[in-house]
Each structure stands twice: as C-alpha cells, then as structure tokens.
C-alpha cells in the first residue's frame, strides 16, 4: 500500500496536470488522484505515501512526524478502503504536514482524521463534487 515509486508520485505534484486534487485540513494536506488499476500493475484499492513539511529541520522532528501520520491513517483508512475496494481504480495520495514545531501527535492524529473523513465525503457517489 506504501506509494513509493516516483511514476505515480510525481504527477500528484505536476502543476499542469488537472486529476490532482488537494483537500488540506488544520496541519495536514492530502494531494490525491485517481488512476485507473491496469496503470498500476497492482490490484490494490490504496496507495498512500506520508512526508514531513520542510520547516522541520531536525531528523527526529521529521521521524516523529512520519510515525504520527502513519499511524493516524492506519487507524482511519477503512472509510476509504472500502470505497475503493467497489471501484475499478485506485487512490494514490501523499499525506504531507504543512505546519512546524511543536510537533504535536493528537493535532495531528486529530487533523488527518478530519482530512480523510472530509477526502471520502468528497470522492463518495451520493456527492455533486467528486473532483474537488
């Protein structure tokens, strides 16, 4: 499920691209797309990659940033999961910290919560605006 491979995460960042949507709430910011499963060579519902911001200097400050973004979608990804599980394509999104020290853990357990709830009240097919 780790969005490792730079094919699928440079356009995420391509500004002349328009299937990159973004959705920011409070300290984090999800940069998504949605590609079609036979561009993956994998059958996988998500692909998700995590960064710090870069005003974190220290690379204990950034360690500490990854693991609290990590665990926040593992504990809130099954809303999204099982939404792409139905469909013939798949999420790849970075989850990125946009904000600088201190670091907390619940603000930002608390923000990429609300950002995932928000991402799949966006993408869900009850909505008007599935694109952003």
Do not use: C
Request: charged share 30%.
């Amino acid at each position: 499920m780790r969005l490792k491979e730079r094919r699928l995460i440079r356009p995420l960042f391509d500004r002349s691209r328009n299937d990159a949507h973004t959705l920011a709430r409070g300290s984090v910011r999800l940069v998504y797309r949605i590609v079609p499963r036979d561009e993956l060579k994998v059958a996988t519902p998500l692909k998700v990659g995590v960064a710090p911001g870069r005003g974190l200097r220290r690379a204990v400050d950034r360690n500490q940033v990854k693991r609290h973004l990590r665990e926040a979608f593992r504990l809130n990804q099954e809303s999204l999961r099982r939404l792409f599980e139905q469909r013939d394509d798949t999420l790849t999104m970075m989850i990125l910290y946009r904000s600088g020290l201190p670091v907390e853990g619940p603000t930002i357990q608390m923000d990429t919560k609300r950002a995932l709830e928000a991402l799949h009240n966006r993408l869900s097919p009850g909505t008007s605006n599935a694109a952003g």
